[in-house]
Structure formats: C-alpha cells, structure tokens
Nanobody
Framework: QVQLVESGGGLVQAGGSLSLSCAAS????????LGWFRQTPGKEREFVAA???????YYANSMKGRFTISRDNAKNTLYLQMNSLKPEDTAVYYC????????????????WGQGTQVTVSS
C-alpha cells in the first residue's frame, strides 16, 4: 500500500510557473513507477508525465519542453515543475503509482493522491 499526497497547486498567470510535489508513504517508494495526470470537469483523466524506477521520463506531447517530472527516492517525493503555463493547463493534477513500469493510461495505476488544483489565468 502506498499513500500519496499532492501539494503545490494554486493560481498563476499565463506564462508563469508552478511546482507540484507528491509525498509518498508506505511501501518502498523506489520500487514504483510514478505518473502525473490531470482532469477537468466532464473530461477523462489525462496523462501528463511519468517517471520509471530508473528515472527515465516520459511526457505527453503538449507538455514536452514545458513540464519536468522528477523524483527524489531519499525523500519519497515526486515532483512536477510546470513552466510557461497556459490557461488550458487548468485542471486538478493527480499523482499516481504502480509497481510495474511506466504507463500512460490512468487505469494502469494502482495508487492515487487526492489531487491538487492548478488554475492558470489569462
């Protein structure tokens, strides 16, 4: 069992930056592949980025070059640095974990945080 808690969301102007964190507790953090997803009302949860146990990173096309996913296994924490934010990045952002390798689909993840709201104003 892994418990995940996101933080760092908030309100930012377009072009600004935010850094999200996801603190994990429970089983060995380093054994898990981790991902960030986001969701807006009425839409399906969307893949943002993922990082493997070996810190290989993967991004959705629209996030490449703007978002950076990273992990600190010593601190049991996952991060998402978001730069050049756009109003369309407004969503609830979730972190997720799975014991197998990285995956782009939400239903492939076993554990989820409660989400943190990111709002980008124009």
């Amino acid at each position: 069992q892994v418990q995940l808690v996101e933080s760092g969301g908030g309100l930012v102007q377009a072009g600004g930056s935010l850094s999200l964190s996801c603190a994990a507790s429970g089983r060995t953090f380093s054994n898990y592949a981790l991902g960030w997803f986001r969701q807006t009302p009425g839409k399906e949860r969307e893949f943002v980025a993922a990082i493997s146990k070996n810190s290989n990173t993967y991004y959705a096309n629209s996030m490449k070059g703007r978002f950076t996913i990273s992990r600190d296994n010593a601190k049991n924490t996952l991060y998402l640095q978001m730069n050049s934010l756009k109003p369309e990045d407004t969503a609830v952002y979730y972190c997720a974990a799975r014991l197998s390798g990285v995956a782009p689909r939400p239903n492939e993840y076993d554990y989820w945080g409660q989400g943190t709201q990111v709002t980008v104003s124009s």
